[in-house]
C-alpha cells in the first residue's frame, strides 16, 4: 500500500490506499518512513504523492486512538526532514491532518486544482506538536495557520499558492518534471541549502511549555470523548478537561 519506485536518479512515492483516501496507520507510517529512508541512499530527489483522488486524508481513525500512531507518524515526518535529498510533496486532492503534516514535512508542494489543506484538530479534541504549528506558520503565515489551527478553515490550491503553503500549481506530471530538474543540481549544494532551511524550525526556548499542553490533549478526558464519539458514530462533545 506505499509503492516506491526509482526513476533514472527520481524516487517516487505512493500513498496506495484509495479505498481509505490514502489514510494513515502505524503499519503504513512505519512502510512510508522505509521507503523515504531506501531512496534517500539512491535518489537524488524524492516526490511523494497520492493514489486516487486523495493525496492523505490523514489519520486512519481506527488507529490514531491506538498505541504508536503518534510514534510512527513524527518518525515519517522526520525521516523525510532529515533526508539528505530535497522532497516533493504532489499533493493531488485533499491533504487532512496528518496530510498536511505530511506535505509541510516535505521541502517543496506542488498543488493540482483539487488540492486542500486542513488541520482540523479542535473538531476531534486532537493536536499537532509545537514543530507542526511552527512549520505550518511559517511556511503559510501566521493568519492561514491560525484560521486552520484556530478556525478549522480549509486552504484550497489557489489559497495555498497565493500565501506561500503550495511552491507551484500543477498536476503530479509537473511534481516529477521539478524534481527532475534539481536531480541535475549539485547534491552538496541541494544538502547544505536543506540543512541550512531545516534549521529556521529549530524549537524555541517557550517549547517545554508548549509540548506540556501538546500531551495533555493527548491524555484529557476531550480526547477519551472523541474517541467514544467516533466509536459510537456521534458527534463529541467537549468539555475542556
Given at each position: 500500500m506505499i509503492t516506491t519506485e526509482d526513476q533514472d536518479g527520481v524516487g517516487l512515492i505512493v500513498l496506495d490506499r484509495h479505498g481509505k483516501r490514502n489514510a494513515l496507520d502505524v503499519e503504513h507510517l512505519d512502510a512510508l518512513r522505509a521507503a523515504v529512508e531506501k531512496l534517500a541512499?539512491?535518489?537524488?530527489?524524492?516526490?511523494?504523492?497520492g493514489s486516487g483522488t486523495s493525496f492523505c486524508a490523514g489519520a486512519d481513525l481506527r488507529g490514531v486512538y491506538g498505541d504508536g500512531f503518534r510514534t510512527a507518524l513524527y518518525a515519517a515526518l522526520r525521516a523525510i526532514t532529515a533526508a539528505p535529498v530535497p522532497v516533493i510533496a504532489a499533493v493531488n486532492g485533499p491533504a487532512i491532518g496528518a496530510g498536511t503534516q505530511l506535505a509541510i514535512a516535505c521541502d517543496l508542494r506542488v498543488a493540482d486544482s483539487t488540492a486542500v489543506f486542513a488541520v482540523p484538530t479542535a473538531r476531534n479534541g486532537l493536536a499537532v506538536d509545537p514543530w507542526t504549528v511552527r512549520r505550518l506558520a511559517l511556511l503559510s503565515g501566521g493568519g492561514p495557520a491560525r484560521a486552520m489551527l484556530l478556525g478549522?478553515?480549509?486552504?484550497?490550491a489557489g489559497r495555498a499558492h497565493a500565501c506561500g503553503l503550495a511552491d507551484r500549481l500543477g498536476p503530479v506530471s509537473d511534481a516529477m518534471t521539478w524534481a527532475r530538474e534539481i536531480a541535475d543540481f549539485a547534491p552538496l549544494s541541494l544538502q547544505y541549502a536543506k540543512t541550512a532551511l531545516e534549521s529556521l524550525f529549530e524549537p524555541q526556548p517557550q517549547e517545554p511549555r508548549l509540548d506540556?499542553?501538546?500531551?495533555?490533549?493527548?491524555s484529557s478526558e476531550d480526547f477519551a470523548e472523541s474517541r467514544r464519539a467516533h466509536a459510537e458514530k456521534r458527534a463529541p462533545w467537549f468539555q475542556g478537561r
Open positions: 541512499g539512491t535518489a537524488r530527489a524524492i516526490v511523494v504523492t478549522a478553515d480549509r486552504l484550497d506540556e499542553l501538546f500531551e495533555s490533549c493527548w
